[in-house]
């Protein structure tokens, strides 16, 4: 099994800055890639942003220009910066990375965190 421990949420006052952690561990042998979603009070779950294993990234238009992710996979760990947020980033952050969790494997599994509240009010 795989487990997911995110970090870093709470209040932030609009303008401000927040950064969220993810640390991945357990039966993995690769990481591939690994990312951030969010949930909104009566919303679908939304990708926030990516970053695969080679460092490509890919973010929601709402949050280019503000948001930052990174990954240090010596550490199986995805961090999101988050620059300049409004109130319409308040949601439920959520980790997920796909792992290879045996060597040889051709498939990855999905694995999410537990989330974490994120809410910017001033």
Same mark, same amino acid.
């Given at each position: 099994?795989?487990?997911? /421990?995110? +970090?870093? %949420? *709470? ?5 401000? =800055? ?6 991945? #561990? ?23 942003? /990516?970053? +695969?294993? %080679? *460092? ?5 238009? =709402? ?6 992710? #990174? ?35 051709? =498939? ?15």
């Amino acid at each position: 099994q795989v487990q997911l /421990v995110e +970090s870093g %949420g *709470g209040l932030v006052q609009p303008g401000g =800055s927040l950064r969220l952690s993810c640390v991945a #561990s357990g039966r993995i042998f690769r990481v591939n890639r690994m990312g951030w979603y969010r949930q909104a009070p009566g919303k679908e779950r939304e990708l926030v942003a /990516v970053i +695969s294993s %080679g *460092g490509y990234t890919n973010y929601a238009d =709402s949050v280019k220009g503000r948001f930052t992710i #990174s990954r240090d996979s010596a550490k199986n760990t995805v961090y999101l910066q988050m620059n300049n947020p409004i109130p319409e980033d308040t949601a439920v952050y959520y980790c997920n990375v796909l792992v290879v969790t045996t060597a040889g494997s051709l =498939s990855s599994n999905s694995y999410w965190g537990q989330g974490t509240q994120v809410t910017v009010s001033s």
